[in-house]
């Protein structure tokens, strides 16, 4: 009598005796084990055809350096704060995307970051274009604007309802998407001792965004404003929304110094590297500070990345006016170009606007008031004429600006 053939699976080759349980079929067999991965592959290749024909966001996990590349294009210096957000972006994406399985009990946090910088170094910009390059729902909401529940002013969800109206009320691409809260600095308590009376406008709006930034359901109103026991909610999860506080925190380098004591005195001291620190005193920057100037230990424990932005020297702002793809001479030339006017601009007029931009002390927004001053009278009389060319040189540019308003200001 001949041996009966041992029962193996189909798929993976094991034996009746290494499985459970053996499924036959007509010509073969299955075991438990194949049946569980075939059945995670069709739900995840369902779950990815569902999410592309409802949603028009599909995001991809870039390498951090890839995504410091595509910042390199549009932002000029701040490497430090690059590196930083590429990765904290990457790691929250990774976080998004990774496979929980039963047995990993490892749970990831999340890794909202905090940008500390002066007026016009890139802090808004750099948000933005990191949204721009990973395809997900962006919204910009401004922290003044808000109060303590109960108040005249605006919810904290209010914030959840610009991101929800910026993805057409998409529920599932909002709950991946990025939020940047400007002015993170304004609302700021007076002291650093908790506030004896209500600080409804800087304390109380700390103490309203904790659970949102840490992971929560929220009800957010659809239509923004101030809820209503009639109005129906939106529930949103913010556990996969990524939080990027950013603020100048004027007066936060006197914190600084105090803390790193610049003010050494002695034969060992060296002066030069002592005046190098004082210019930049933002790349000293800790939680320990920002606590000190009134942000609240709750908010700063849920805000772990914190990265500066640095001062924007002559250098840098002189390739700002010509190297990103959206720098503003490309923009001024594009604005001509749609007249049919080719526009030239001398070397000096360029060094001639970034001296005045530092004298200023308005970064690079500071660039684009200057170029308005000079061509304004050029984009008014131009348009409409037969003219093909327009020369900017260095003498009309200055008598341009010496006419302008900008010119009147007080230099501090």
């Known amino acids: 009598m001949a041996k009966q053939a041992q029962l193996h699976c189909s798929f993976c080759n094991r034996s009746r005796e290494e499985v459970k349980i053996l ?6 067999h299955i075991c438990e084990n194949c049946v569980e991965h ?12 569902q999410e592309d024909k409802t949603s028009q966001y599909r995001f991809t996990i870039k390498k951090p350096n890839e995504i410091k590349t595509f910042l390199d294009q549009y932002i000029i210096g701040q490497d430090e704060a690059k590196k930083v957000l590429s990765v904290a972006v990457y790691n929250h994406f990774k976080r998004i995307g990774q496979k929980q ?27 933005k274009t990191i949204a721009k390059l990973l395809n997900v729902p962006f919204a910009i909401v401004d922290a003044t604007v808000f109060t303590e529940a109960g108040y005249v002013g605006e919810d904290v969800e ?6 929800l109206q910026n993805c ?63 109005q129906k909610m939106i529930k949103l999860n913010t556990q996969n929304i990524l939080f990027i506080c950013g603020g100048a925190f004027d007066g936060v380098d006197k914190v600084i110094a105090r803390r790193i004591n610049t003010n050494a005195i002695g034969f060992s001291v060296n002066k030069d590297e002592q005046e190098m620190q004082r210019k930049n005193l933002l790349q000293f920057i800790n939680a320990q500070d920002l606590k000190s100037f009134g942000l609240i230990p709750e908010l700063l424990g849920r805000l772990p990345v914190v990265t500066h932005l640095e001062p924007l020297d002559e250098e840098t702002l002189r390739s700002i006016l010509t190297e990103p793809k959206n720098s503003l001479m490309k923009q001024y030339n594009k ?35 200057i170029c308005e001053s000079i061509l304004t009278d050029a984009m008014f009389t131009l348009p409409g ?15 341009q600006f010496g006419r302008s308003r900008l010119n009147l200001l007080k230099v501090a």
Do not use: C
């Open 101 to 127: 399985s039963v047995t990993d009990d490892v749970e990831i946090e999340k890794s909202n970051i905090i940008m500390v910088g002066e007026t016009g170094t890139g802090k808004t910009l750099l948000a």
């Open 168 to 230: 057409n009320y998409d529920v599932t691409a909002a709950e991946k998407g990025i939020v940047y809260v400007d002015e993170i600095d304004k609302i700021a308590r007076k002291g650093d001792n908790p506030s004896i009376t209500r600080d409804v406008s800087g304390e109380g709006v700390q103490q309203g965004l904790l659970k949102m930034l840490e992971g929560t359901e929220v009800l957010v109103p659809p239509q923004g404003g101030r809820k209503h026991p009639e």
């Open 38 to 49: 075939a059945q995670e592959i069709i739900a995840q290749e369902l779950y990815q055809k």
């Open 158 to 163: 209010s914030m959840l309802t610009r991101l």
């Open 23 to 28: 499924i036959a079929g007509q010509e073969g």
């Open 335 to 369: 604005l001509f170009e749609l007249e049919g006017i080719k526009l030239t601009v001398d070397e000096n007029v360029l060094n001639f606007m970034v001296k005045k931009a530092m004298e200023y002390k308005l970064g690079a927004r500071g660039l684009r008031s």
């Open 385 to 399: 004429t037969d003219t093909k060319e327009f020369h900017l040189s260095l003498e009309y540019a200055e008598q």
